[in-house]
């Protein structure tokens, strides 16, 4: 389901929207004013940002640049003036579209859809497989579990593979013991981490035995472990 982050002052309009989008099959989250709307949409995931222009704290403008700085996603601008000014200012700053108030809640979730099925193509275009990872040597194919160093099979387990995987899509993000154990068995650890500890030690003896140089895995004490 795709999640879109509706930022809007004007309660009415904002609730409107939200019914429309939500009836239309879409997860909506909301935000009133642009300070927050900008924190949320750079620090979460969202398919697509619905701006209004005029919002207290940040403007339209204002947050729209802030997130094209930071990410890629759709930005619809919503605003009441019709003035080509304001339209080309914000096309300009990176939005995709404008929309002007009054507008027909059909036309915003057909444009809405449009823009983020038009995302979803071209980011699968850019990224024909995304399920494959490939760093320094090492080669990592979700699909089939198989991992490849220089390769070189490394013979890796169903679980050692999700443990490499899961570290290695997101690098020098920092993993706690806790964190890669539900991730990957699916359950609360209960301070059980000594599975885990097993195979982060096996993925590492399999990478010296197939490359004496190959060291992907670092430990952060006190913290967890982290893809390098």
């Known amino acids: 389901m795709s999640r879109i982050?509706?930022?809007?002052d004007d309660s009415n309009i904002l609730q409107?929207?939200?019914?429309?989008?939500?009836?239309?099959?879409?997860?909506?989250?909301v935000a009133?004013?642009?300070e927050t709307g900008s924190q949320r949409a750079i620090g979460e995931h969202f398919d697509l940002v619905l701006l209004d222009i005029m919002l207290p704290e940040l403007n339209g403008?204002?947050?729209?640049?802030?997130?094209r700085s930071l990410k890629d996603i759709p930005i619809i601008l919503?605003?009441?003036?019709?003035?080509?000014?304001?339209?080309?200012?914000?096309?300009?700053?990176?939005?995709?579209?404008?929309?002007?108030?009054?507008?027909?809640?059909?036309?915003?979730?057909a444009r809405v859809k449009a823009h983020i099925e038009r995302y979803n193509r071209l980011t699968k275009t850019a990224r024909p497989n995304?399920?494959?990872?490939?760093?320094?040597?090492?080669?990592?194919?979700?699909?089939?579990?198989d991992a490849r160093i220089n390769g070189k099979d490394l013979n890796l387990t169903k679980k050692e593979f999700e443990v490499l995987y899961l570290l290695a899509s997101q690098p020098d993000t920092v993993f706690t013991k806790n964190e890669l154990f539900e991730n990957v068995w699916g359950y609360?650890?209960?301070?059980?981490?000594?599975?885990?500890?097993?195979?982060?030690?096996?993925?590492r003896d399999k990478f010296k035995e197939a490359d004496e140089n190959a060291d992907f895995i670092k430990t952060i004490w006190g913290r967890g472990y982290r893809f390098k």
């Open 188 to 203: 609360d650890s209960l301070g059980d981490t000594s599975t885990l500890t097993v195979h982060i030690n096996r993925l």
């Open 32 to 34: 009133t004013d642009g």
């Open 16 to 29: 409107l929207e939200r019914d429309y989008l939500e009836a239309a099959g879409f997860e909506t989250e």
């Open 61 to 67: 403008f204002q947050v729209c640049k802030k997130i």
């Open 130 to 145: 995304p399920d494959v990872l490939e760093v320094s040597g090492l080669k990592l194919n979700k699909d089939t579990g």
């Open 78 to 109: 919503v605003s009441a003036k019709k003035d080509d000014f304001d339209k080309i200012n914000g096309l300009g700053l990176g939005a995709d579209d404008y929309v002007v108030k009054p507008f027909s809640p059909k036309e915003l979730v």
């Open 5 to 8: 982050l509706i930022i809007e």
